[in-house]
Each structure stands twice: as C-alpha cells, then as structure tokens.
C-alpha cells in the first residue's frame, strides 16, 4: 500500500511538471514574433539620393539612375470628354476620330545632386505610314489630374522642348535638363503632326503600365555609398517591428545588413536583400539587446568598399508582458505583431482541473496503480 501510494505521488508529480513544461514552451513559442522580415517596396519608385556629404563611405563617378513616370494619360479629340488613363499604350498622331496626344508627369523632388544631364525616354511602337512622323513636345505648365484630363480640359501648351522625329519602333529621348531647376515635378505633352491630317497616322507609346515604362533618367556626378536614414540617433527601439531605410549610390542590386554595438559586430540582419530602401526588422523580446551605442550597417553584396553605417541608437527591451488569454481589446501593438495566437484558455481550464484531481486523489488516497 505504501509504495502504491509513493507510486501515485510521483505519477501525479509527474503530469504536472510535464505539463508545467508544455504550458511554458507552447506560452514562449505563441507569442514569439518572427526572427526577420522582409518588406517589398514600391515599384515606381527608384533609388533615392542626397548630397554627397552624408555618404559614409564612397568613390567618385558618374552615375545613373531613373525614375519610372507618375501619371500619364492619351486624350482623344473624336471623343473629347472621354478619359483615357491607366491603359497600357497611350498614343500621339491622327485616328480616324481625330487627333490624338499623350500627357507625362515625372515627379523628382528628390532628384539627385549636380545633375549633367536629364532626359525623358519613351518607347514607342511605329503604326503611320509617314516617316520620319514628327511628334513636337511641349512643356506643360499647369497641373492636371491623370483620372481627369480630357481633350476638353487639358492643360495649355508651354515652350516647344523638342520635336522628335519618328522612323520605327525604340526609344526616343527628350532632353530636359534645361528645365528642371526649382521643379519638383515636370510635366509634358507629346502631341501631333498637324501636317498630317489624311488618314490614321499615330505612333503608340508604352505608358506606365506596360513592360517597358517611360522615365527619366538622370546623370550626375556623384559619390558611391549608402546612407541609412533610420534608425537614427534618437530612436529608442523595443521589441517588435522597425522600419529600416536607406538609400545608396552606385550600389549593385544587393545588399547585406549587419548589426553592431559600438563598431563591434553582433550579428547578420539579413544575409542578403533587395537594395530597394526598405526593410522591417523585427527585434524579439528574447534578443539580450541593452544599450545605447547600437549601429546598422548596409553593405554591397559585390562590393564591400560601398557601405554606410547608421548613427548610433539604443535598444531597450522592455519586460515581455504576455497577452490576455480573452485575446480581445481593441488589437494593441503595431503593425503585424496584433495577429491572433494560438488560444490558450482552454489549456488554463486543463491545467486547473489536473491541479483539481490531484489534490482529490492525494487526500482521498483510494488510487490502485496496477501497473506503471
């Protein structure tokens, strides 16, 4: 009876620490948020510049880069208060309706630094029996809306910029470098041969949502390197998500993100992501971060002569403070980490019953164990 009952004990001793265990790490894992993120970043968007005085590390050069059009839209003289935005062509010439004429918006308020040189490019696809077609450009100075315009509200023409001359399918280039001082923005018409009026002549333009996008491209005389924008100096980071931004360059289409506290290496961020300005950084409540002297650094995948490093911050992690078990309460904490968990108010109920039964049986002491 005695070793029954020694038995008992240790079996119910047993299920508890077990289940002590399990409650513990199923608690841990729930709420852990995942190790490393990556977010995807704006197509339209290419990399941003600055002055070349807040580069850390760096080589002169020349360098290109571009910036895919912000709005862009044909309007149609046969058909006058019709939109004809978000297409995949847009076109410039005579149709059989009437005349035709494509509207680009650049913006480039963040346009780099001792530009040479900056030209629009569009690809276009020859359709007119007439060659060279002529398409003169012109400089539009008032604003227009890309859902809006139509052949009977689009905006006056500005200066002549250019009239291309068009003999089959490619790019043609305008070159507007002469009209970008004290812009954020440009805007222009590709309009029409008025000599042309027989027939249907017109030339399609690949707009915005096709392969081949239009853009400007700029060409500068700058630094290489990589600047990070945040964090920064006076970011105190806890546990949870963080946006990391940088821009760069002449980088490659690559880079790693490495983790330092006071110039000494801590860990890889990432091994290897896209060079696209962004990346959410999660910091889990686990991670032993305490300090204030913390640094991101951003390499060049090929290159490791082109990196930047961040100012320092602090991480600070604070005490973890489990959820409620109701789950409910208005979804607190940012971003992606207010997802549901895995529930465990049922577990509570278990673990209370099991704590219930075992102080029945013990006192009650009428278990038989035939055999363990």
Request: include cysteine; aromatic fraction near 14%.
């Amino acid at each position: 009876m005695n070793k029954n009952n020694i038995k008992v004990r240790l079996f119910l001793l047993l299920i508890i620490v077990s289940w002590s265990c399990l409650f513990f790490l199923f608690q841990n894992s729930a709420n852990e948020i995942p190790k490393r993120d990556k977010i995807r970043v704006k197509d339209e968007d290419c990399m941003d510049t600055t002055n070349s005085d807040e580069l850390r590390s760096a080589t002169s050069g020349k360098i290109v880069t571009s910036t895919i059009a912000k709005a862009d839209a044909h309007v149609d003289a046969g058909n006058p208060n019709d939109n004809y935005a978000y297409n995949g062509y847009v076109y410039a010439g005579h149709w059989s309706g009437g005349w035709l004429e494509t509207f680009f918006r650049f913006n480039f308020n963040k346009k780099p630094y001792l530009i040479t040189n900056a030209s629009i490019f569009l690809y276009m696809t020859y359709q007119s029996t007439v060659k060279p077609y002529n398409l003169p450009v012109y400089l539009i100075e008032e604003t227009w809306s890309e859902g809006g315009i139509t052949w009977n509200n689009k905006p006056s023409y500005g200066p002549l910029i250019t009239t291309l001359a068009v003999t089959s399918n490619g790019f043609y280039s305008i070159n507007v470098t002469d009209y970008i001082d004290g812009r954020n923005n440009i805007s222009i018409c590709v309009s029409y041969d008025s000599t042309n009026t027989g027939g249907q002549d017109w030339l399609n333009i690949h707009s915005r949502g096709w392969t081949i996008k239009p853009n400007i491209t700029w060409i500068y005389e700058g630094e290489f390197g990589i600047f990070i924008e945040r964090p920064d100096i006076t970011d105190t980071l806890d546990y949870g998500q963080h946006l990391i931004t940088w821009g760069s360059v002449g980088a490659g289409s690559d880079v790693k993100i490495e983790l330092y506290n006071d110039s000494i290496f801590v860990e890889n961020i990432i091994d290897q992501t896209e060079n696209d300005g962004e990346l959410l950084w999660n910091i889990s409540y686990n991670d032993n971060y305490k300090g204030d002297k913390y640094q991101i650094k951003i390499i060049d995948i090929n290159d490791n002569d082109i990196n930047g490093m961040s100012d320092d911050f602090e991480i600070l992690i604070s005490p973890y403070i489990p959820p409620s078990s109701g789950g409910g309460g208005g979804g607190g904490g940012g971003g992606d980490s207010g997802e549901e968990t895995i529930p465990f108010g049922d577990f509570y109920l278990i673990f209370a019953l099991l704590a219930v039964v075992s102080v029945i049986v013990y006192t009650k002491r009428k278990i038989i164990i035939k055999k363990i």
